[in-house]
């Protein structure tokens, strides 16, 4: 036996006896509280989403009374104001200043990434409910990075191209925020979409933060296509959905968007123009099974507001990591053994009123909802689910591997098939 | 006339015996704060320098040439990114792609300098800053090659110089080097030439001195040592993205200099002292901080608005008299 092979076995079973030892242990030997320190956009361009992450990390604390695998939470909040370079600095204070013991947040891919990238080294366990970049779980994992209770991008669009299949729909034009996340869910859309049998007439990229759409809907409108895919996220799918109405597209072509177009934090402050669209999601507010429908229910009583992506994502990746401390007596001490131990771990008590698991590639695996938005009995607007897919693959129907040999959506990149 | 140019024999390396002494005093005691701080607070320091070496620069321009420049943030950056692809992508060694990445800064430089330097004041601030967003437009939607918003993630720093404190003498030891240069730059006859263009151009220009061409070597060099930052920044960071060559980033580089004091050069690195350190303080206080950094900016304006550094000096020369 090789030195290497000598530290890997003698980890491997010190790690073992540590899970094992775990719960007569929990009572003794835990000093202090465990650290957890949360990254959110409290300033810049997503502020506003990153204000409903804190909530619902905090809604979660405030249930387990900030006690999580029978040992106190100190949940150190930092504001990684919408910038990679700020993120990454804070990252380091949280870790080398505050020794916590885990990250958990960041809403824009770019700040994850830097922060994915700097746990790389460091070895700190970085949980991930939001960053929705494709390659976290596919071509470029990295061990301590985790998507609980998260999404890649591309797995939720990919339904929505069969589901526009199904409609009859012949023709579609693709209008998107030109970046990554953009790329990746019109990807997913635009490769299941053309593969079935479909035409992407023509794609739209357009830059963040595009105030007027005018140029791109008379475009669109001009396509005669049989339906438009639009992803936009925060104030631009605001302003991408009222224009959409007041250009009377909304009356001749049906609208599908990416789940953060029609996310509460965006309809909740428009009214009748959102009515309709179709997105496809984990988590529909409007869906009436009982578990989630108690969430909403709950969240709205304390926030006075209905529960968006953002809110649920981070309450149940708090739920999922609790879970997983559960299980292991709160020795996050041992990073190891805590890494495996969420990954093993599933997700009962999930607001989706479901269990959801990982796949093999630590991604959580769910049912995919067709969401309309529909207004509720008190005038307010939610999504509803029409259409279920379930237990929906980040592969969609593919084999992983040969799915991962090409290359991840990019602008250039749409995995559109070649009629 | 066999006379030597520097009259003093005592001088060493250009300075006075007791500015030696001082800057070495400096240098080893900043050479021992890794010591006494914690790895966070060191990566900090590590951080100032960088910044410092970057206000600095922009300092050449600004502090005795008369030009603010607001697209030193994208040639730093420019920098950056070269590091970072060329390690991450195109597989150079660290320290082949740190010469490229000060290269390609110093390229970058030239060109911004020959659009530039015709223009003086409020213009030269505008189109310097317009080929600032040029380059900042280029990083944000060149995806194939920059990755776009996601920006490039890489191990850039070399493996000897993983450790924090090894990584910030590193830097401690490049800074004392390029400001050692940049010093020894503004006091050569050159850099009287710029003293000169700054404060009257008609004169130099009568006296016979190629303005245009002095300006342009002037941005140039400048360039250089942004560049230098920008790719220590990129060993620090290991990850670039269109933030690091955003106008937010130029305007920074010139707000620490302006808080350290103009045309003292060595402030930059009290300047951006004090910038990151109120960032990382009051950032844990309040989620507000921005304001705050605001408001200590109109206070210095209002009353050192020769800087820290020009303060501090103004008050030791009056108790003096």
Known sequence: ?419 | MTMPLSPNPSRLAGMTGRAALIAALVVIAAAGVPLVLSNYQVGLATEVMIFGILAMSVDILAGFAGRTSLGHGAIFGVSTYVVVYSTAQAGFSPATAFVLGVLAATAVASVFALLAVRTSGVYFLLLTLALGMIIWGICLRWTQVTGGENGMRGDVRPAMLLSHSAFYWAVLAGAAVVSFAMWRFVRSPFGLTLRGIRDSESRMRSLGYNVPLHLFIGFTVSGFFAGVAGALYAMFNNFVSPSTVALAQSVECVLMMIAGGVGTLFGAFIGSAAIIALENVVSSYTERWQMVLGITFVLIMIFAPEGIIGKLRAILSRKVR
């Open chain 1, 1 to 419: 036996m090789d030195r290497r092979q000598f530290l890997k076995t003698t980890t491997a079973t010190v790690a073992a006896a540590g899970v094992g030892a775990a719960p007569w242990r929990s009572a003794q030997a835990q000093t202090g509280p465990i650290k957890i320190g949360l990254l959110a956009p409290l300033t810049g361009v997503v502020a506003s989403g990153g204000k409903e992450m804190v909530e619902g990390v905090q809604f979660y604390l405030d249930q387990v009374k900030s006690e999580m695998g029978g040992r106190k939470v100190e949940l150190v909040i930092e504001d990684d104001a919408s910038n990679p370079d700020t993120a990454l600095q804070k990252a380091r204070r949280l870790v080398e200043q505050g020794n916590c013991h885990m990250l958990i947040g960041d809403l824009l891919a770019n700040t994850g990434l830097a922060v994915a990238n700097y746990v790389k080294g460091t070895g700190t366990p970085y949980f991930i409910p939001i960053i929705a970049a494709d390659d976290l779980t596919q071509r470029a994992r990295i061990k301590n990075v985790i998507r609980v209770a998260g999404y890649t991008a591309s797995a939720f669009t990919h339904p929505l191209g069969d589901w526009a299949l199904k409609q009859g729909y012949k023709k579609i034009a693709t209008v998107s925020q030109d970046y990554t996340f953009g790329h990746e869910q019109c990807g997913g859309l635009s490769q299941v979409f053309t593969e079935g049998g479909g035409e992407i007439v023509q794609q739209f990229w357009h830059p963040l933060n595009t105030a007027d759409f005018s140029p791109y809907l008379g475009q669109l409108a001009e396509l005669k296509v049989d339906a438009i895919f639009a992803m936009e996220t925060g104030a631009d799918s605001t302003r991408f959905i009222q224009q959409y109405a007041a250009f009377g597209l909304k009356a001749k072509t049906p609208l599908m968007m990416a789940m953060n177009g029609t996310d509460q934090s965006v309809i909740r402050t428009i009214g009748e123009e959102a009515e309709g669209i179709i997105s496809p999601a984990h988590f529909a507010e409007g869906s009436d099974n009982a578990v989630t429908a108690k969430f909403v229910k709950d969240y709205e009583a304390k926030y006075g507001k209905i529960p968006s992506l953002y809110g649920f994502s981070m309450y149940s990746g708090m739920m999922w990591i609790d879970a997983a401390l559960k299980k292991m007596g709160g020795k996050v001490e041992d990073r190891e053994a805590f890494i495996t131990t969420v990954l093993k771990t599933q997700l009962d008590g999930s607001p989706l009123g479901k269990v959801v698991k990982f796949d093999a590639f630590g991604n959580p695996i769910y049912d995919v909802y067709i969401r309309k938005v529909t207004k509720r009995v008190d005038g307010k607007f939610w999504n509803v689910p029409t259409q279920t897919y379930p237990e929906v693959s980040q592969f969609w129907k593919y084999d992983p591997e040969t799915y991962m040999k090409q290359p991840p959506y990019s602008r250039t990149f749409q995995g559109i098939k070649k009629a």
